[in-house]
């Protein structure tokens, strides 16, 4: 009988050595330690965070990640592959993790289904709510501009974190002053070290952003919409982000962003709790 001892040092064995298996055996090790944990803990992990692989050109994009993050896919030729495969982990853990189904598209703008489709000169990113109209489902996707890449969106993001970090001092004390903000809030604004644009400083950080849309406009998940208005409306985008006080949707959208990167000091308690919830790896 395989004891709890003997299971614990297979298991930090094969976690040290895991990286070097060859990837025809790498299912069966997973597997295997799936059974050491059932030793150790008593239960199963439900969870085990899917190992990513990036793709090496845009055909393998597309056969890598279809039907498992998206349905459709389109680039234009100046694309670049490596902003695509950064979106593509963030956005496959988040699938993974919280049950979500696909993408009906990702890509360029000059690609996408969506009628009129345009980036906006500043955005890194945009999220098009699957509506229905008269019966019929549209597809959701997220749309990227042709000309980022990775180095440029974490100049981008530093250079308007830099400069909003910069007024730290007057954003709390505006905090202080707001009289539609929770006591909660202003006490929590006194813990902040720095102040920020946005809580992504690269386009992972930004897949989940966007992921982040998704979840809250096309999941259809009991109680989150009024969990986030409340939130919203006690003022806790005010210790987010200063891109998260522009609506509750973004405001969201920074908070699950903030969620995934492990950063978990500012998210209002229930929805923090809630994230938990839905979340596979917890």
């Known amino acids: 009988m395989l004891t709890k001892p003997v299971a614990e040092k297979e298991l930090s064995t094969t976690l040290m050595t895991f990286k070097y ?28 965070k899917t190992l990513f692989e990036p793709a090496s050109n845009f055909a393998d994009f597309a056969s890598k990640f279809k039907h498992k993050i998206f349905s459709g896919f389109g680039v234009s030729k100046n694309a670049n592959l490596e902003v695509c495969n950064e979106a593509a982990e963030a956005m496959l853990d988040v699938t993974d993790r919280f049950d979500m189904e696909t993408l ?8 996408s289904p969506f009628r009129g489709s ?23 996707g997220i749309v990227i501009p042709v000309s980022i890449t990775p180095n440029s ?16 001092d007057k954003a709390k004390a505006r905090i202080m002053e707001h009289k ?4 909660e809030v202003k006490e929590k604004s006194q ?24 979840l809250h406009l096309s999941s ?16 806790w985008a005010m210790v987010m982000s200063e891109y998260a006080k522009t609506n509750h949707k973004e405001f969201f959208a920074e908070t699950f962003c903030a969620y995934m990167l492990g950063e978990h000091e ?8 809630k994230l938990k919830e839905l979340d596979k790896a917890v």
Request: no cysteine.
């Open 191 to 214: 813990e902040l070290k720095a102040w920020r644009w946005s809580v992504s400083t690269d386009f992972k950080g930004t897949a989940y952003h966007e992921m982040g849309h998704k």
């Open 21 to 48: 298996y060859p990837s025809d055996k790498r299912s069966a090790a997973l597997n295997r330690m799936v059974k050491l944990l059932k030793v150790i803990e008593g239960k199963a992990k439900s969870y085990i």
């Open 220 to 235: 259809d998940v009991d109680g989150l919409d009024t969990l986030v208005r409340e939130a919203y409306n006690k003022g």
């Open 153 to 168: 969106i974490k100049a981008q993001k530093a250079k308007a974190n830099e400069m909003y970090n910069a007024g730290l």
């Open 266 to 273: 500012f998210i209002e308690p229930r929805l923090l709790a």
């Open 118 to 140: 345009k980036m906006s000169r500043n955005a890194n990113a945009t999220y098009h709510y699957g509506r229905s109209f008269f019966g019929e489902k549209r597809p959701d």
């Open 104 to 111: 009906g598209f990702f890509g360029n703008a000059s690609k």
């Open 180 to 183: 539609r903000v929770s006591d």
